[in-house]
């Protein structure tokens, strides 16, 4: 399994970025996948996962704010971020279960991980 994360890195507070990963050597029409983060210094942290049936789940900090998506004709998950703030500025990771639900936003529960994408938003 291999995920595989692009999209523009660099924004000013307000601003909006789009997030995609896409996946090979796994099916992700219908099992679990998910963004996390991690600023320095923090631990990593769940921001958005979507279940097999297209259940969303979201971190209080970023409700209202992002949108996690899948195409799954294209075996791609995307992460729209509008209202960006410095705050969220942090390593951004493609997840993925081989399991239909997500349950958690507990890192272990993942077994697999993109490289990461850094996202900055500038005040």
């Known amino acids: 399994v291999q995920l595989m994360e692009s999209g523009e890195t660099s924004v000013q507070t307000g601003g909006s970025l789009r997030l995609s990963c896409v996946a090979s050597?796994?099916?992700?029409?219908?099992?679990?996948m998910g963004w996390f983060r991690q600023a320095p210094g923090k631990e990593r942290e769940g921001v958005a996962s979507i279940n097999g049936n297209g259940f969303t789940t979201y971190a209080d900090s970023v409700k209202g704010r992002f949108t996690i998506s899948k195409d799954n004709a294209k075996q791609t998950l995307f992460l729209q971020m509008n209202s960006l703030r410095p705050e969220d500025t942090a390593m951004y990771y493609c997840a993925a279960r081989s399991d239909y639900y997500c349950l958690t936003f507990i890192p272990t529960n993942y077994p697999y991980w993109g490289q990461g994408t850094q996202v900055t938003v500038s005040s």
């Open positions: 050597g796994y099916t992700s029409s219908r099992q679990c």
